[in-house]
Structures are given as structure tokens and as C-alpha cells.
């Protein structure tokens, strides 16, 4: 069995979900979604609950995609009720960000500035240091965000860099110069 499969999901308020065959559409405040299913889950919906189960829970692959398709569910409707933000923190002395024209503008220390276009569906605020992205789909909100960090990941030495508001980055000591005039 699987432990995150078996979990029913509950449907908040003002969200709709309808299943045709292999597809589920998700409609809620904030936007709609569609997640298609592989033909071997299958996805029911009751009392203002889906189920996800599978033909064979004793099947390593098929328990695999349960709980997977069981979190692309969840996903999904956790984005078109409530949506999905992640927090970028830029640190380096003259580094900055700036949005136009649909673009995330990045001056980071290169000969010209970074520029990204933003996803369809994402919104990108800048104030001061920090970078915010935020869209009802979880992934294209990660992917965004992690494209955004590989333009200038974070040193080891300074902490100079694009990183992840939550993220710890591990510093190291510097060479550790000798003294003159030490036999």
C-alpha cells in the first residue's frame, strides 16, 4: 500500500473538479488546471472527496504512480484555491532585480544584464532583495524559480548570489594567510 496513495483528498470550498476518462479538470478562484492520468490510476470522487487508488497495490510500479498521481491531485487543487509562492534572495554588492515588459531583469555581476522571460500564468514581484514567485501551478512556480537560482547560485566564500529564502548556504573559511618573519 501506498502511505501517501491511500490518503483521501479533501475538496475545499469554491473548487470544482470534474474527471472525464483519463483527465481531471480542477476549477477553483484562482484559476484552472488540468492533470491527465496514466491509464493505470484511477482517480473517484465522493462525499466532497477524490480517491486515487490503482489495479494492483501490490505492484512496485503501479504503487509508485499512485502516490505520485495522488500528489499531482493534491497539487493541482491546492494551487486553484490557495497557489503556490517561492522566495528568491538576492546578496552581493551591487546586485539587483528588476521587472519589464514581462521580463525578469537580473544585474548580477556580468558585462550586461540577465534577462528571463516570465512564464504565462507566473507573477514575479522584486522588492529590494527578494524575488517573489508566485502561480497556481506548482511546478512551473519551481521550475521558474529554480532557472532564475542557476543564473548565479550562490558562492561558499561570500554568499554571494541568487538563493532560496529558506535555504542554508554552508560557509567556508577563507586560506588562512602565514605570518612574515616565522622561522
Partial sequence: MSKIGKKP???????????????????????????ELHPSVAVKSAEGQLAVSVPNPDNRKQRALWGTFRSLVQNAITGVSAGFERKLEISGVGYRASVADGKLVLNIGFSHPVELPIFPGLEVKVEKSI???SGIDKQEVGQFAALVRSRKKPE???????KYAEEVIRRKA??????VGAG
Fill in 9 to 35: 483528498i479533501t475538496i475545499p470550498e469554491g473548487v470544482e473538479v470534474n474527471i472525464a476518462g483519463q483527465t481531471l479538470n480542477v476549477k477553483g478562484p484562482k484559476g484552472h488546471l488540468t492533470v
Fill in 156 to 162: 561558499p566564500y561570500k554568499g554571494k548570489g541568487i
Fill in 174 to 179: 577563507g586560506k588562512v594567510v602565514k605570518s
Fill in 131 to 133: 524575488i517573489t514567485v
